[in-house]
């Protein structure tokens, strides 16, 4: 079996619980395919560098796939169909990344840096105030 990369981008106005579902239902594909799905992140609601089909923004997903060919198509082919899904890219990968992906890492040092701005903010506010 081959290693793949799978990313889609839902609509807008789709709840979390519907994009779970929907995410669902492409694992279930997979599986009966006779893959198994290594990695499946949520990587929030970004904005898109254009306007898609009149949306500005989308809830991106990734699927790391470990599965025969004949399944990730039968999985392209159900993506394209969807009406929900705005835009999906699968890629064929030599190996898996261990851990979290570079997008979950990017959000994750940002929400690090927040604190050290507030920081900040407090010794420019009490060096302004003497």
């Known amino acids: 079996m ?7 981008i839902v609509r807008q106005d789709m ?11 492409f694992i279930a594909i997979i ?3 006779g893959g198994k799905v290594v990695k499946n992140e949520y990587w929030g609601i970004r904005s898109l560098a254009y306007k898609i089909d009149k949306n500005r923004k989308g809830h ?7 599965a025969p060919a004949a399944a ?5 082919r159900n993506m394209s169909i969807n009406e929900d899904i705005i835009r999906c890219l699968t890629v064929r ?7 979290p992906s570079v997008m979950m890492q990017t959000s994750r040092r940002s929400d690090e840096f927040v604190p050290e701005i507030d920081v900040a903010i407090d ?8």
């Open 15 to 25: 709840s979390k619980a519907d994009i779970t579902k929907l995410t669902d239902q």
């Open 60 to 66: 991106y997903t990734m699927l790391g796939i470990d």
């Open 72 to 76: 990730v198509k039968e999985l392209e």
């Open 93 to 99: 990968m030599d190996e898996m990344e261990e851990g």
């Open 2 to 8: 081959s290693l793949y990369e799978s990313t889609f």
């Open 123 to 130: 010794v420019v506010a009490d060096v302004a105030a003497s």
């Open 31 to 33: 599986e009966q395919g």
